[in-house]
């Protein structure tokens, strides 16, 4: 499968200790490996009985000056940076044990914990990340005037506009985020705070904890810190740092671009929840046999990447789903202006059962060429077996192409379909064909 389509875990345990941010106590947070489907789920075990809660947005309690996660009674503060640095190296599953509230706030950048990941190791696990491509626009705008919009992308990217009290320090970043850009750009960018938000933070009882080693201080025109600006715009970088982090909270990789201007850990999560929202929808809308693990797997500049169809017989136009190298999920939506239903048949339109078979060899075709790296290839039919035309297709339904190969050798694949309408088999057969080079 493509580079990064698999879930990752850690290799082994590793652990940190330090001070907290907001409660000034001396804590320990270890990451521990995790099974596929774990997730990320934090652990108290300063707490009787050990609980437990998921990193989901569902669980955001509070957002001043930093995310809270809650269940029932049991909370833990200050997560963006420890979720960021998971989320910005692609570690899927991971529990991460604490023995204090929150963790620690090193030196207010995400580059200890991703220092403490890669002495863990990241170790891929054989089960496919779950995914989300966005399909529309999403915007919101807050009284504070912070404004978030994503649009669709085919890699996760953010740009960002941070501006102080009064305009100070105005800065604008835009990056991708992979890896090793967020390791070498995003992560080493430390929290700041601006002094006059100082004392009433104090006098709420936070930042306890913090320090010039911590964080740094913007006085008026002036930089107060322990050590010089890592970055010149290293506010904005550290912006980005905390949308990753809280953005983490969606539970899935996003295939989007982010518009940020003036972010905060409350429109950050509400953009999460938001997207949360939008993966629901469109979930609901998939027969519940094939819910796709995320968005559009592959969109269909990358399915014509894979298979040299074109129209008039292109018949996939987008991948929603694989599971391993062997199962596939493809999506083909059916209109009036498919040319065969100018003559199949006039006044009354139906796919003909013949092309939903080449559908589903479509999908299986790119299945099997992506495992040998062989894109270009045509899939030709040797047989087809068990054939069976269920119901019609007509102008307005949607194929969900569900393919699994079941035996390959070489360059020759067995493999079994079924194209669905509303949850219902419309047909389904059983295939064997060959890949020839054109």
């Known amino acids: 499968m493509p580079e990064n389509q698999f879930q990752n875990t850690l ?22 490996p995790a099974p596929p489907g774990f997730g990320r789920k934090f652990k108290r075990i300063d707490l009787p009985d050990e609980p437990t809660i998921d990193a989901k947005v ?28 998971l989320a910005g190296l692609d570690v899927d599953n991971v529990l991460i044990e604490m ?22 190791g990241i170790v891929a696990q054989a089960a496919p990340r779950s995914q989300f491509e966005v399909h529309e626009p999403v915007h919101l705008e807050t009284k504070s005037g912070s404004l ?25 970043y835009s990056t991708e985020i992979t890896p090793e850009i967020f390791e070498k750009e995003i992560s080493p960018a430390r929290t700041f705070v601006f002094y006059e938000d100082v004392k009433p933070l104090m006098d709420k009882g936070l930042i306890k904890g913090g320090s010039l080693e911590s964080a740094i201080v913007i006085r008026g025109d002036s930089v107060l810190s322990k050590e010089p600006l890592r970055f010149p715009d290293e506010f904005v970088r550290h912006k980005i740092l905390d949308i990753v ?14 518009i940020a201007v003036k972010p905060g850990h409350g429109p950050n999560t509400e953009l999460a929840a938001n997207l949360a929202k939008q993966h629901a929808k469109l979930a609901s809308m998939v027969p519940a046999s094939i819910v796709p693990k995320g968005g559009a797997v592959l969109d269909i500049n990358d399915v014509m990447k894979i298979l040299p169809h074109r129209y008039p017989f292109l018949l996939v136009d987008r991948i929603i789903a694989f599971e391993g190298d062997t199962k596939c999920t493809g999506v083909k939506s059916v209109t009036i202006n498919e040319p065969f239903f100018q003559g199949h048949f006039p006044g009354h339109p139906v796919m003909p059962g013949v092309l939903q078979l080449e559908a589903m060899a479509q999908v299986a075709s790119i ?4 495992a ?58 059983g295939m064997m064909f060959t890949l020839i080079q054109t």
């Open 11 to 32: 290799g082994k345990s590793a652990s940190l200790t330090g001070t907290t941010l907001h409660t000034g106590e001396k804590a320990t947070l270890t990451l521990h």
């Open 58 to 85: 569902e669980n955001v309690k509070t957002v001043e000056r930093a995310t809270t996660l809650a269940e029932g009674n049991v909370k833990v503060h200050t997560v963006e940076h420890v979720l960021s640095a």
């Open 99 to 120: 023995n204090a509230n929150e963790p620690p706030i090193g030196d207010g950048s995400a580059r200890p914990f991703v220092e403490l990941i890669k002495r863990a």
């Open 148 to 172: 978030m919009t994503i649009v669709p992308d085919n890699k996760f990217r953010v740009s960002c506009t941070q501006a102080g009290p009064n305009g100070r320090f105005t800065q604008f």
């Open 245 to 258: 982090g809280d953005l983490a909270l969606f539970g899935r990789k996003i295939k989007g671009h982010i």
């Open 367 to 370: 299945l099997l060429l992506r």
């Open 372 to 429: 040998l790296n062989q894109p270009g290839s045509v899939g030709y039919f040797m047989s087809a077996d068990d054939v069976k035309f269920r119901k019609t297709v007509v102008p307005g339904d949607t194929l969900f192409i569900h393919v699994e190969l079941t035996k390959w050798k070489g360059k020759i694949a067995k493999a079994t379909g079924q194209c669905i309408v509303n949850n219902e088999v419309v047909s389904e057969a």
